[in-house]
Protein backbone atom coordinates (compact mmCIF):
# COMPACT_ATOMS: atom_id res chain seq x y z
CA UNK A 1 0.00 0.00 0.00
CA UNK A 2 1.54 3.38 -0.85
CA UNK A 3 2.12 6.10 1.69
CA UNK A 4 -0.53 8.50 -0.29
CA UNK A 5 -2.96 5.98 -0.38
CA UNK A 6 -2.65 5.18 3.73
CA UNK A 7 -2.34 9.23 4.23
CA UNK A 8 -5.88 9.76 2.22
CA UNK A 9 -7.63 7.02 4.02
CA UNK A 10 -6.03 8.23 7.38
CA UNK A 11 -7.24 11.67 6.01
CA UNK A 12 -10.76 10.69 5.42
CA UNK A 13 -10.97 8.53 8.55
CA UNK A 14 -10.06 11.56 10.35
CA UNK A 15 -12.45 13.85 8.26
CA UNK A 16 -15.25 11.28 8.73
CA UNK A 17 -14.70 11.54 12.94
CA UNK A 18 -14.40 15.28 12.71
CA UNK A 19 -16.14 17.29 10.13
CA UNK A 20 -15.47 20.24 11.46
CA UNK A 21 -11.65 19.51 11.28
CA UNK A 22 -12.22 18.81 7.62
CA UNK A 23 -13.99 22.06 7.20
CA UNK A 24 -11.33 23.60 9.41
CA UNK A 25 -8.91 21.95 6.98
CA UNK A 26 -10.03 23.27 3.59
CA UNK A 27 -10.07 26.73 4.76
CA UNK A 28 -6.75 26.87 6.61
CA UNK A 29 -5.46 25.11 2.95
CA UNK A 30 -7.26 27.60 0.79
CA UNK A 31 -6.11 30.62 2.85
CA UNK A 32 -2.25 29.31 2.81
CA UNK A 33 -2.25 29.62 7.08
CA UNK A 34 -1.54 26.21 7.79
CA UNK A 35 -3.17 24.37 10.66
CA UNK A 36 -1.92 26.32 12.91
CA UNK A 37 -3.92 29.69 11.89
CA UNK A 38 -7.22 28.03 12.15
CA UNK A 39 -9.33 29.37 15.02
CA UNK A 40 -13.01 27.45 15.87
CA UNK A 41 -15.98 28.82 17.64
CA UNK A 42 -16.82 25.32 19.01
CA UNK A 43 -14.90 24.27 22.41
CA UNK A 44 -12.70 21.91 22.39
CA UNK A 45 -14.91 19.19 23.66
CA UNK A 46 -17.80 19.50 21.32
CA UNK A 47 -14.83 18.15 19.15
CA UNK A 48 -14.20 15.36 21.66
CA UNK A 49 -17.45 14.44 22.20
CA UNK A 50 -18.57 14.42 18.71
CA UNK A 51 -19.85 11.30 16.31
CA UNK A 52 -18.38 11.76 12.76
CA UNK A 53 -22.05 11.74 10.61
CA UNK A 54 -21.13 8.58 8.46
CA UNK A 55 -20.18 6.85 11.88
CA UNK A 56 -23.11 7.63 13.89
CA UNK A 57 -24.22 4.12 14.64
CA UNK A 58 -21.40 3.24 15.99
CA UNK A 59 -21.22 3.49 19.96
CA UNK A 60 -18.44 5.16 21.41
CA UNK A 61 -16.17 3.46 24.20
CA UNK A 62 -14.28 5.27 26.24
CA UNK A 63 -11.50 3.54 28.01
CA UNK A 64 -9.33 4.40 30.86
CA UNK A 65 -5.94 3.70 31.51
CA UNK A 66 -3.21 2.18 29.65
CA UNK A 67 -2.00 -0.20 31.98
CA UNK A 68 -2.37 -3.81 32.14
CA UNK A 69 -6.27 -3.88 32.61
CA UNK A 70 -6.51 -1.15 29.63
CA UNK A 71 -3.81 -2.55 27.61
CA UNK A 72 -5.16 -5.94 27.47
CA UNK A 73 -8.98 -4.82 26.61
CA UNK A 74 -7.31 -2.51 23.54
CA UNK A 75 -4.89 -5.33 22.30
CA UNK A 76 -7.67 -8.16 22.04
CA UNK A 77 -10.69 -5.10 21.17
CA UNK A 78 -11.83 -6.30 17.33
CA UNK A 79 -15.10 -5.10 16.96
CA UNK A 80 -15.34 -2.47 14.13
CA UNK A 81 -18.86 -1.49 14.93
CA UNK A 82 -17.14 0.74 18.24
CA UNK A 83 -15.30 3.45 18.03
CA UNK A 84 -12.35 3.78 20.73
CA UNK A 85 -11.36 6.33 22.30
CA UNK A 86 -8.40 6.52 25.27
CA UNK A 87 -7.63 8.51 27.71
CA UNK A 88 -4.60 8.09 29.89
CA UNK A 89 -1.91 10.32 31.51
CA UNK A 90 0.78 7.71 30.50
CA UNK A 91 1.12 7.69 26.45
CA UNK A 92 2.83 4.39 27.24
CA UNK A 93 2.02 0.98 28.93
CA UNK A 94 4.34 -0.41 31.51
CA UNK A 95 5.66 -3.81 32.38
CA UNK A 96 5.35 -3.42 36.09
CA UNK A 97 6.92 -6.48 37.36
CA UNK A 98 10.55 -5.65 36.04
CA UNK A 99 9.78 -1.84 37.54
CA UNK A 100 12.14 -3.11 40.79
CA UNK A 101 14.99 -4.17 38.89
CA UNK A 102 14.96 -0.41 37.04
CA UNK A 103 15.44 0.54 40.73
CA UNK A 104 19.28 -0.40 40.69
CA UNK A 105 20.17 -0.31 36.88
CA UNK A 106 19.68 -4.13 36.08
CA UNK A 107 17.02 -2.91 33.64
CA UNK A 108 16.70 0.11 32.22
CA UNK A 109 13.56 2.46 31.95
CA UNK A 110 12.71 2.26 28.39
CA UNK A 111 13.47 -1.24 27.83
CA UNK A 112 10.08 -1.94 29.64
CA UNK A 113 7.48 0.82 28.42
CA UNK A 114 5.58 0.32 24.82
CA UNK A 115 4.25 3.42 23.37
CA UNK A 116 0.71 3.58 23.46
CA UNK A 117 -0.14 5.21 19.93
CA UNK A 118 1.64 2.27 18.51
CA UNK A 119 -1.38 0.23 19.46
CA UNK A 120 -3.98 3.39 19.03
CA UNK A 121 -2.64 4.36 15.64
CA UNK A 122 -2.71 0.44 14.51
CA UNK A 123 -5.82 -0.18 15.14
CA UNK A 124 -7.60 3.36 14.27
CA UNK A 125 -8.34 4.46 18.38
CA UNK A 126 -8.28 7.87 19.34
CA UNK A 127 -5.90 9.02 21.86
CA UNK A 128 -5.49 11.79 24.57
CA UNK A 129 -3.03 12.08 26.99
CA UNK A 130 -4.82 13.19 29.80
CA UNK A 131 -6.10 11.63 33.05
CA UNK A 132 -10.32 11.83 34.11
CA UNK A 133 -10.68 13.26 37.20
CA UNK A 134 -14.64 12.76 37.36
CA UNK A 135 -16.92 10.31 35.83
CA UNK A 136 -20.41 11.34 35.55
CA UNK A 137 -22.23 8.19 35.04
CA UNK A 138 -26.02 9.70 34.89
CA UNK A 139 -24.92 12.09 32.22
CA UNK A 140 -22.72 9.45 30.33
CA UNK A 141 -19.81 11.93 30.18
CA UNK A 142 -16.17 12.23 31.66
CA UNK A 143 -14.11 15.26 33.03
CA UNK A 144 -10.50 15.29 31.86
CA UNK A 145 -7.64 17.02 32.35
CA UNK A 146 -4.54 17.49 30.21
CA UNK A 147 -1.27 18.02 32.17
CA UNK A 148 0.29 19.50 28.59
CA UNK A 149 0.59 23.01 28.80
CA UNK A 150 -1.02 25.10 26.06
CA UNK A 151 -1.19 28.96 25.43
CA UNK A 152 -5.31 29.19 24.98
CA UNK A 153 -6.37 29.70 28.59
CA UNK A 154 -8.82 26.63 29.52
CA UNK A 155 -8.14 23.83 26.36
CA UNK A 156 -5.99 21.61 28.96
CA UNK A 157 -9.73 20.48 30.36
CA UNK A 158 -12.05 18.59 28.22
CA UNK A 159 -15.16 16.98 28.74
CA UNK A 160 -15.74 13.91 26.80
CA UNK A 161 -19.07 11.91 26.36
CA UNK A 162 -19.38 8.04 26.16
CA UNK A 163 -21.78 5.19 25.14
CA UNK A 164 -19.81 2.49 26.97
CA UNK A 165 -16.76 2.83 30.18
CA UNK A 166 -14.03 0.58 30.38
CA UNK A 167 -12.60 2.19 33.75
CA UNK A 168 -9.17 0.63 34.24
CA UNK A 169 -7.10 3.19 35.87
CA UNK A 170 -5.76 1.10 38.57
CA UNK A 171 -4.61 2.17 42.44
CA UNK A 172 -2.37 4.27 44.11
CA UNK A 173 0.18 3.44 46.81
CA UNK A 174 -1.81 3.33 50.52
CA UNK A 175 -0.02 5.33 52.91
CA UNK A 176 -2.72 3.90 55.30
CA UNK A 177 -2.61 7.96 56.38
CA UNK A 178 0.63 7.81 58.48
CA UNK A 179 2.46 10.99 59.46
CA UNK A 180 4.96 11.98 57.27
CA UNK A 181 4.96 9.29 54.81
CA UNK A 182 3.22 11.45 51.80
CA UNK A 183 6.39 13.63 52.33
CA UNK A 184 9.40 12.11 52.67
CA UNK A 185 9.08 8.42 51.38
CA UNK A 186 9.39 6.86 48.13
CA UNK A 187 6.79 5.00 46.37
CA UNK A 188 7.59 2.37 43.52
CA UNK A 189 4.41 2.38 40.99
CA UNK A 190 5.53 4.26 38.58
CA UNK A 191 8.54 4.51 36.42
CA UNK A 192 9.53 7.56 37.38
CA UNK A 193 9.28 6.29 40.87
CA UNK A 194 11.95 3.56 39.95
CA UNK A 195 14.49 5.98 38.19
CA UNK A 196 14.47 8.24 41.16
CA UNK A 197 15.14 5.49 43.52
CA UNK A 198 18.06 4.52 41.54
CA UNK A 199 19.13 8.54 41.80
CA UNK A 200 18.67 8.65 45.07
CA UNK A 201 20.34 5.25 46.37
CA UNK A 202 23.40 6.87 44.58
CA UNK A 203 22.39 9.78 45.71
CA UNK A 204 23.47 8.71 49.48
CA UNK A 205 26.26 6.64 48.88
CA UNK A 206 27.86 10.16 46.99
CA UNK A 207 26.52 11.81 50.21
CA UNK A 208 28.12 9.44 52.26
CA UNK A 209 31.36 9.53 50.27
CA UNK A 210 32.27 12.98 51.26
CA UNK A 211 34.79 13.86 53.63
CA UNK A 212 34.28 15.28 57.29
CA UNK A 213 31.20 13.67 58.16
CA UNK A 214 30.90 11.46 60.96
CA UNK A 215 30.46 7.56 61.26
CA UNK A 216 27.08 8.06 62.68
CA UNK A 217 26.16 10.53 60.05
CA UNK A 218 27.35 7.97 57.33
CA UNK A 219 25.49 5.11 58.99
CA UNK A 220 22.20 7.26 58.68
CA UNK A 221 22.98 7.63 55.32
CA UNK A 222 23.02 4.13 54.06
CA UNK A 223 20.79 2.89 56.15
CA UNK A 224 18.02 1.90 53.31
CA UNK A 225 14.28 1.07 55.13
CA UNK A 226 11.96 -0.71 53.07
CA UNK A 227 8.17 -0.98 54.18
CA UNK A 228 6.48 -4.13 53.23
CA UNK A 229 6.76 -7.37 53.36
CA UNK A 230 4.37 -8.13 50.12
CA UNK A 231 6.27 -9.08 46.69
CA UNK A 232 7.17 -5.77 45.78
CA UNK A 233 9.35 -4.36 48.84
CA UNK A 234 10.74 -8.49 49.28
CA UNK A 235 11.78 -7.96 45.30
CA UNK A 236 13.22 -4.12 46.41
CA UNK A 237 14.85 -5.61 49.40
CA UNK A 238 16.51 -8.22 47.68
CA UNK A 239 17.57 -6.37 44.28
CA UNK A 240 18.82 -3.21 46.41
CA UNK A 241 21.07 -6.39 48.32
CA UNK A 242 22.61 -7.20 44.82
CA UNK A 243 23.60 -4.06 43.84
CA UNK A 244 24.76 -3.18 47.54
CA UNK A 245 27.03 -6.26 47.34
CA UNK A 246 27.64 -7.06 43.77
CA UNK A 247 28.14 -3.14 42.56
CA UNK A 248 28.22 -0.54 45.32
CA UNK A 249 30.96 -2.59 47.14
CA UNK A 250 33.54 -2.13 44.40
CA UNK A 251 32.34 1.59 43.67
CA UNK A 252 32.35 2.80 47.04
CA UNK A 253 34.66 0.28 49.20
CA UNK A 254 35.36 3.38 51.63
CA UNK A 255 31.41 3.30 53.11
CA UNK A 256 30.69 -0.08 52.26
CA UNK A 257 30.85 -1.18 55.93
CA UNK A 258 28.45 1.63 57.06
CA UNK A 259 25.37 0.29 54.76
CA UNK A 260 22.36 -1.37 55.94
CA UNK A 261 18.93 -2.75 54.59
CA UNK A 262 16.44 -2.98 56.78
CA UNK A 263 12.50 -4.33 55.64
CA UNK A 264 9.84 -3.68 57.98
CA UNK A 265 6.95 -5.88 58.19
CA UNK A 266 3.50 -5.22 60.33
CA UNK A 267 2.44 -8.90 60.37
CA UNK A 268 4.28 -12.01 61.56
CA UNK A 269 6.20 -13.03 58.41
CA UNK A 270 6.90 -11.56 54.68
CA UNK A 271 5.16 -13.11 51.56
CA UNK A 272 1.88 -14.02 53.29
CA UNK A 273 0.34 -14.55 50.53
CA UNK A 274 2.83 -17.16 49.44
CA UNK A 275 3.42 -21.44 50.37
CA UNK A 276 4.71 -20.97 53.83
CA UNK A 277 7.56 -23.20 52.25
CA UNK A 278 8.54 -19.47 50.50
CA UNK A 279 8.01 -17.50 53.10
CA UNK A 280 10.23 -19.64 55.47
CA UNK A 281 13.03 -19.87 52.69
CA UNK A 282 12.77 -15.99 52.11
CA UNK A 283 13.29 -15.35 55.69
CA UNK A 284 16.46 -17.13 56.25
CA UNK A 285 17.79 -16.52 52.83
CA UNK A 286 17.05 -12.41 54.42
CA UNK A 287 19.03 -13.39 57.80
CA UNK A 288 21.74 -14.95 55.92
CA UNK A 289 22.06 -12.18 53.33
CA UNK A 290 22.14 -9.63 56.68
CA UNK A 291 18.76 -7.54 55.89
CA UNK A 292 17.78 -6.64 58.59
CA UNK A 293 13.93 -8.54 58.87
CA UNK A 294 12.03 -7.18 61.32
CA UNK A 295 8.80 -8.49 61.65
CA UNK A 296 5.45 -7.18 64.07
CA UNK A 297 7.15 -3.96 63.47
CA UNK A 298 4.27 -1.37 62.52
CA UNK A 299 5.43 2.27 61.17
CA UNK A 300 3.65 4.82 63.06
CA UNK A 301 5.37 8.16 61.77
CA UNK A 302 8.28 8.97 59.34
CA UNK A 303 9.91 12.68 59.05
CA UNK A 304 12.86 13.56 57.05
CA UNK A 305 15.49 11.36 58.61
CA UNK A 306 14.24 9.39 61.38
CA UNK A 307 11.55 6.34 61.19
CA UNK A 308 9.53 5.54 64.09
CA UNK A 309 7.96 1.71 64.62
CA UNK A 310 5.73 0.74 67.41
CA UNK A 311 6.53 -3.31 67.95
CA UNK A 312 4.00 -5.95 68.32
CA UNK A 313 5.62 -8.04 70.93
CA UNK A 314 7.15 -5.24 73.20
CA UNK A 315 4.54 -2.44 72.34
CA UNK A 316 7.68 -0.13 72.44
CA UNK A 317 7.96 2.69 70.25
CA UNK A 318 11.36 3.00 68.42
CA UNK A 319 13.17 5.52 66.69
CA UNK A 320 15.47 4.73 63.77
CA UNK A 321 17.67 7.16 61.77
CA UNK A 322 17.68 5.92 57.80
CA UNK A 323 19.04 7.97 54.52
CA UNK A 324 16.41 6.39 52.30
CA UNK A 325 12.39 4.93 52.57
CA UNK A 326 10.77 2.88 49.98
CA UNK A 327 6.84 3.02 50.89
CA UNK A 328 5.38 -0.45 49.39
CA UNK A 329 2.46 -1.24 52.11
CA UNK A 330 -0.32 -2.22 49.42
CA UNK A 331 -2.69 -0.21 47.40
CA UNK A 332 -5.91 2.35 47.33
CA UNK A 333 -8.59 4.01 45.44
CA UNK A 334 -7.93 6.69 43.42
CA UNK A 335 -9.60 10.24 44.12
CA UNK A 336 -11.52 9.50 40.82
CA UNK A 337 -12.74 6.20 42.71
CA UNK A 338 -13.64 7.41 45.39
CA UNK A 339 -15.68 10.19 44.05
CA UNK A 340 -17.31 7.62 41.92
CA UNK A 341 -18.18 5.31 44.24
CA UNK A 342 -19.43 8.23 46.15
CA UNK A 343 -22.06 8.99 43.31
CA UNK A 344 -22.96 5.96 42.55
CA UNK A 345 -23.86 4.82 46.39
CA UNK A 346 -20.84 2.64 46.83
CA UNK A 347 -18.98 5.05 48.99
CA UNK A 348 -19.38 2.62 52.03
CA UNK A 349 -17.12 0.27 50.09
CA UNK A 350 -13.64 0.39 50.16
CA UNK A 351 -12.78 -0.81 46.01
CA UNK A 352 -15.21 -0.75 43.25
CA UNK A 353 -17.28 -3.36 43.16
CA UNK A 354 -18.29 -4.93 39.69
CA UNK A 355 -20.45 -8.08 38.86
CA UNK A 356 -19.12 -11.12 38.00
CA UNK A 357 -19.39 -9.94 33.87
CA UNK A 358 -16.78 -6.69 35.17
CA UNK A 359 -19.59 -4.32 34.98
CA UNK A 360 -19.72 -1.72 38.09
CA UNK A 361 -22.84 -2.30 40.04
CA UNK A 362 -25.11 0.78 40.28
CA UNK A 363 -24.60 1.94 37.25
CA UNK A 364 -25.13 1.45 33.19
CA UNK A 365 -22.68 0.56 30.83
CA UNK A 366 -19.60 1.11 33.18
CA UNK A 367 -17.27 -1.51 33.20
CA UNK A 368 -14.12 -1.75 35.69
CA UNK A 369 -11.23 -3.78 35.90
CA UNK A 370 -8.24 -4.27 37.17
CA UNK A 371 -6.73 -2.83 40.51
CA UNK A 372 -9.37 -0.14 40.27
CA UNK A 373 -11.95 -2.26 41.29
CA UNK A 374 -13.23 -5.96 42.73
CA UNK A 375 -15.47 -8.73 41.97
CA UNK A 376 -18.19 -8.83 43.76
CA UNK A 377 -18.87 -12.42 43.28
CA UNK A 378 -22.81 -13.42 44.41
CA UNK A 379 -23.21 -16.22 47.09
CA UNK A 380 -24.97 -19.02 46.16
CA UNK A 381 -26.94 -19.11 49.18
CA UNK A 382 -28.42 -15.88 47.60
CA UNK A 383 -29.97 -17.67 45.22
CA UNK A 384 -30.76 -21.22 46.67
CA UNK A 385 -34.56 -20.80 46.54
CA UNK A 386 -34.18 -19.81 43.14
CA UNK A 387 -32.04 -22.32 42.43
CA UNK A 388 -34.07 -25.11 44.26
CA UNK A 389 -37.83 -23.99 42.79
CA UNK A 390 -36.27 -24.75 39.26
CA UNK A 391 -34.83 -27.91 40.06
CA UNK A 392 -38.02 -28.77 41.61
CA UNK A 393 -40.16 -28.94 38.30
CA UNK A 394 -43.07 -30.83 40.18
CA UNK A 395 -43.19 -29.03 43.14
CA UNK A 396 -42.79 -31.69 45.30
CA UNK A 397 -40.25 -29.78 48.59
CA UNK A 398 -37.61 -31.99 47.86
CA UNK A 399 -34.96 -33.07 45.48
CA UNK A 400 -33.33 -35.91 43.84
CA UNK A 401 -29.52 -35.49 42.85
CA UNK A 402 -30.49 -36.51 39.27
CA UNK A 403 -33.13 -33.39 39.52
CA UNK A 404 -30.23 -31.49 39.97
CA UNK A 405 -28.71 -32.71 36.48
CA UNK A 406 -29.78 -30.00 33.88
CA UNK A 407 -29.15 -27.00 36.47
CA UNK A 408 -25.51 -28.63 37.74
CA UNK A 409 -23.29 -27.41 34.67
CA UNK A 410 -25.55 -23.62 35.06
CA UNK A 411 -24.36 -23.83 38.42
CA UNK A 412 -20.57 -24.52 38.24
CA UNK A 413 -20.59 -21.87 35.57
CA UNK A 414 -22.87 -19.08 37.22
CA UNK A 415 -21.35 -19.60 40.69
CA UNK A 416 -17.03 -20.12 40.14
CA UNK A 417 -16.64 -20.61 43.31
CA UNK A 418 -18.38 -24.09 43.25
CA UNK A 419 -15.87 -25.11 40.92
CA UNK A 420 -12.95 -23.82 42.53
CA UNK A 421 -14.41 -25.91 46.10
CA UNK A 422 -14.81 -28.80 44.15
CA UNK A 423 -10.90 -28.68 42.59
CA UNK A 424 -10.11 -27.82 46.00
CA UNK A 425 -11.42 -30.69 47.52
CA UNK A 426 -11.16 -33.13 44.41
CA UNK A 427 -14.33 -33.48 43.65
CA UNK A 428 -15.43 -34.16 40.13
CA UNK A 429 -18.62 -32.41 40.20
CA UNK A 430 -21.57 -31.10 42.12
CA UNK A 431 -23.21 -34.49 42.66
CA UNK A 432 -20.16 -35.34 44.70
CA UNK A 433 -20.42 -32.21 46.95
CA UNK A 434 -24.03 -33.07 47.68
CA UNK A 435 -23.22 -36.87 48.06
CA UNK A 436 -20.80 -35.72 50.76
CA UNK A 437 -23.98 -34.44 52.85
CA UNK A 438 -26.75 -36.97 52.07
CA UNK A 439 -24.86 -39.99 50.91
CA UNK A 440 -26.33 -42.11 47.93
CA UNK A 441 -28.95 -41.45 46.48
CA UNK A 442 -31.18 -39.50 48.79
CA UNK A 443 -33.37 -36.68 48.94
CA UNK A 444 -32.14 -33.56 49.39
CA UNK A 445 -34.00 -30.86 50.91
CA UNK A 446 -33.47 -27.21 50.65
CA UNK A 447 -31.92 -27.22 54.17
CA UNK A 448 -29.12 -29.48 53.66
CA UNK A 449 -28.44 -28.31 50.21
CA UNK A 450 -28.08 -24.71 51.64
CA UNK A 451 -25.27 -25.94 54.33
CA UNK A 452 -23.42 -27.62 51.21
CA UNK A 453 -22.95 -24.32 49.29
CA UNK A 454 -22.60 -22.09 52.35
CA UNK A 455 -19.40 -24.00 53.36
CA UNK A 456 -18.61 -23.37 49.41
CA UNK A 457 -19.18 -19.87 49.95
CA UNK A 458 -17.36 -19.42 52.76
CA UNK A 459 -14.04 -20.17 51.21
CA UNK A 460 -14.55 -17.39 48.19
CA UNK A 461 -11.85 -14.94 47.94
CA UNK A 462 -11.27 -12.02 46.60
CA UNK A 463 -9.18 -11.76 43.41
CA UNK A 464 -5.66 -10.64 43.93
CA UNK A 465 -4.59 -7.09 42.59
CA UNK A 466 -2.18 -8.52 40.32
CA UNK A 467 -0.87 -8.01 36.68
CA UNK A 468 -2.09 -11.12 35.77
CA UNK A 469 -5.90 -10.88 37.30
CA UNK A 470 -5.73 -7.28 35.25
CA UNK A 471 -4.42 -8.98 32.06
CA UNK A 472 -6.57 -11.51 31.95
CA UNK A 473 -9.97 -9.33 32.75
CA UNK A 474 -8.64 -7.05 29.49
CA UNK A 475 -8.59 -10.12 27.43
CA UNK A 476 -11.83 -11.32 28.74
CA UNK A 477 -13.57 -8.19 28.27
CA UNK A 478 -12.47 -7.22 24.96
CA UNK A 479 -13.79 -10.91 24.06
CA UNK A 480 -17.31 -9.93 24.80
CA UNK A 481 -17.18 -6.91 23.11
CA UNK A 482 -15.92 -8.37 20.12
CA UNK A 483 -18.90 -10.90 20.10
CA UNK A 484 -21.74 -8.45 21.76
CA UNK A 485 -23.97 -8.64 18.58
CA UNK A 486 -24.01 -12.25 18.54
CA UNK A 487 -24.13 -12.57 22.14
CA UNK A 488 -27.20 -10.69 22.17
CA UNK A 489 -29.16 -12.92 19.94
CA UNK A 490 -27.83 -16.18 21.22
CA UNK A 491 -26.75 -15.44 24.30
CA UNK A 492 -23.75 -17.79 25.77
CA UNK A 493 -24.04 -17.88 29.41
CA UNK A 494 -25.29 -19.81 32.15
CA UNK A 495 -29.47 -20.11 33.11
CA UNK A 496 -30.41 -16.97 34.91
CA UNK A 497 -31.90 -18.36 37.81
CA UNK A 498 -33.26 -15.19 39.28
CA UNK A 499 -35.07 -14.25 35.56
CA UNK A 500 -35.46 -15.88 32.48
CA UNK A 501 -33.56 -16.83 29.85
CA UNK A 502 -29.61 -17.06 29.86
CA UNK A 503 -26.97 -14.30 30.62
CA UNK A 504 -25.71 -12.95 27.57
CA UNK A 505 -21.81 -14.06 28.70
CA UNK A 506 -20.07 -16.74 30.58
CA UNK A 507 -18.79 -14.79 34.03
CA UNK A 508 -15.28 -13.56 34.37
CA UNK A 509 -12.89 -16.49 35.33
CA UNK A 510 -9.56 -16.04 36.51
CA UNK A 511 -6.62 -18.98 36.24
CA UNK A 512 -4.13 -18.36 37.88
CA UNK A 513 -0.85 -19.38 36.34
CA UNK A 514 1.62 -19.36 38.92
CA UNK A 515 3.47 -16.66 41.12
CA UNK A 516 6.97 -15.54 41.74
CA UNK A 517 8.65 -14.13 44.23
CA UNK A 518 12.87 -13.07 43.45
CA UNK A 519 14.72 -13.49 46.34
CA UNK A 520 18.49 -11.97 44.73
CA UNK A 521 21.67 -13.50 44.55
CA UNK A 522 19.98 -15.12 41.62
CA UNK A 523 17.51 -17.49 43.57
CA UNK A 524 13.60 -16.89 43.00
CA UNK A 525 10.67 -18.53 44.74
CA UNK A 526 7.89 -19.85 42.48
CA UNK A 527 4.14 -21.25 43.41
CA UNK A 528 3.15 -22.82 40.45
CA UNK A 529 -0.54 -24.08 39.58
CA UNK A 530 -1.31 -27.48 41.12
CA UNK A 531 0.34 -26.36 44.50
CA UNK A 532 3.97 -26.66 43.05
CA UNK A 533 6.76 -24.71 45.05
CA UNK A 534 9.90 -24.36 43.54
CA UNK A 535 12.69 -22.06 44.64
CA UNK A 536 16.28 -21.59 43.63
CA UNK A 537 18.64 -20.89 40.87
CA UNK A 538 16.86 -22.99 38.53
CA UNK A 539 13.48 -21.07 39.00
CA UNK A 540 15.20 -17.94 38.68
CA UNK A 541 15.96 -19.13 35.23
CA UNK A 542 12.02 -19.66 34.76
CA UNK A 543 11.50 -16.49 36.09
CA UNK A 544 13.60 -14.74 33.21
CA UNK A 545 12.15 -17.00 30.66
CA UNK A 546 7.95 -16.73 31.73
CA UNK A 547 8.97 -12.85 32.13
CA UNK A 548 10.47 -12.46 28.83
CA UNK A 549 7.58 -14.09 27.24
CA UNK A 550 5.26 -11.82 28.83
CA UNK A 551 6.53 -8.75 27.86
CA UNK A 552 4.50 -7.25 25.25
CA UNK A 553 6.63 -6.35 21.89
CA UNK A 554 9.30 -7.88 20.20
CA UNK A 555 11.28 -4.74 20.69
CA UNK A 556 10.98 -4.48 24.52
CA UNK A 557 11.84 -8.11 24.52
CA UNK A 558 15.02 -7.63 22.91
CA UNK A 559 15.61 -4.72 25.00
CA UNK A 560 15.24 -6.49 28.79
CA UNK A 561 17.29 -9.41 27.44
CA UNK A 562 20.28 -7.60 26.00
CA UNK A 563 20.06 -5.12 29.57
CA UNK A 564 20.06 -8.68 31.79
CA UNK A 565 23.29 -10.05 29.19
CA UNK A 566 24.80 -6.37 29.86
CA UNK A 567 24.17 -6.72 33.36
CA UNK A 568 26.12 -10.38 33.82
CA UNK A 569 28.81 -9.23 31.49
CA UNK A 570 29.42 -5.44 32.68
CA UNK A 571 27.59 -5.53 36.23
CA UNK A 572 25.00 -2.71 36.67
CA UNK A 573 25.84 1.26 35.87
CA UNK A 574 25.76 3.27 38.78
CA UNK A 575 26.12 6.88 37.31
CA UNK A 576 23.12 9.21 38.47
CA UNK A 577 21.60 10.57 35.27
P1 LIG B 1 -2.10 -0.08 36.12
O1 LIG B 1 -1.25 -1.06 35.43
O2 LIG B 1 -1.55 0.63 37.32
O3 LIG B 1 -2.58 0.98 35.06
C1 LIG B 1 -3.40 2.07 35.39
C2 LIG B 1 -3.44 3.00 34.19
O4 LIG B 1 -4.41 4.03 34.43
C3 LIG B 1 -2.13 3.72 33.93
O5 LIG B 1 -1.93 3.84 32.56
C4 LIG B 1 -2.36 5.10 34.53
O6 LIG B 1 -1.56 6.10 33.95
C5 LIG B 1 -3.82 5.29 34.20
N1 LIG B 1 -4.52 6.26 35.04
C6 LIG B 1 -4.30 6.55 36.34
N2 LIG B 1 -5.16 7.50 36.76
C7 LIG B 1 -5.94 7.80 35.69
C8 LIG B 1 -7.01 8.70 35.50
N3 LIG B 1 -7.45 9.48 36.48
N4 LIG B 1 -7.56 8.78 34.27
C9 LIG B 1 -7.13 8.00 33.25
N5 LIG B 1 -6.12 7.12 33.39
C10 LIG B 1 -5.54 7.01 34.60
N6 LIG B 1 1.60 -8.19 39.30
C11 LIG B 1 1.86 -9.45 38.88
O7 LIG B 1 0.92 -10.17 38.52
N7 LIG B 1 3.14 -9.93 38.85
C12 LIG B 1 4.20 -9.19 39.22
O8 LIG B 1 5.33 -9.65 39.18
C13 LIG B 1 3.96 -7.86 39.65
N8 LIG B 1 4.99 -7.07 40.03
C14 LIG B 1 4.75 -5.78 40.38
C15 LIG B 1 5.81 -4.97 40.72
C16 LIG B 1 5.59 -3.64 41.08
C17 LIG B 1 6.75 -2.78 41.43
C18 LIG B 1 4.28 -3.13 41.10
C19 LIG B 1 4.02 -1.69 41.47
C20 LIG B 1 3.21 -3.94 40.78
C21 LIG B 1 3.43 -5.27 40.42
N9 LIG B 1 2.36 -6.10 40.08
C22 LIG B 1 2.62 -7.39 39.66
C23 LIG B 1 0.98 -5.64 40.18
C24 LIG B 1 0.49 -5.12 38.85
O9 LIG B 1 1.38 -4.18 38.33
C25 LIG B 1 -0.87 -4.47 38.97
O10 LIG B 1 -1.74 -5.36 39.57
C26 LIG B 1 -1.36 -4.06 37.60
O11 LIG B 1 -0.56 -3.03 37.10
C27 LIG B 1 -2.80 -3.60 37.65
O12 LIG B 1 -3.16 -3.24 36.35
P2 LIG B 1 -4.19 -2.03 36.09
O13 LIG B 1 -4.39 -1.95 34.63
O14 LIG B 1 -5.37 -2.19 36.95
O15 LIG B 1 -3.44 -0.75 36.64
Known sequence: MSRAYTFFERASRAFRAYPTLSKLLVVSTVSGGGIVAFSDARPIQR???????????????????????????????????YEVHVVSPRNYFLFTPLLPSVTNGTVEARSIV????????????QYEEAEC??????NKKIYCRSKQETTLKGTEEFIMDYDILVVSVGAQSNTFNTPGVEENAMFLKEVEHAQNIRKAVIDCFERASLPNLSDEERKRILHFVVVGGGPTGVEFSAELHDFLVEDVAKIY?????FTRITLLEASDHILN?????????????????GIDLKTGSMVIKLTADEISTKEKGTGKIVHEPYGMVVWSTGIGSRPVIKDFMQQIGQGHRRVLATDEWLRVEGTEDVYALGDCATINQRRVVEDIAAIFSKADKVNKGTLNIKDFQGAVKDICQRYPQVEIYLKKRKMKNIQDLLKSYEGEDQEVNIEKFTKALSEVDSQMKNLPATAQVANQQGHYLAKCFNRMEECEKNPEGPLRFRGEGRHRFQPFRYRHLGSFAPLGGEQTAAELPG???????????LWYSVYASKLVSWRTRMLVVSDWGRRFIFGRDSSRI
Request: glycine fraction near 8%.
Open 47 to 81: LLGDHGEGECKKKKVVVLGTGWAGYSFLTYLNNPS
Open 114 to 125: EPIRKLTSKKSF
Open 133 to 138: YKIDAK
Open 253 to 257: PQVQE
Open 273 to 289: MFDKRITNFAEEKFQRD
Open 531 to 541: DWVSIGHSTQW
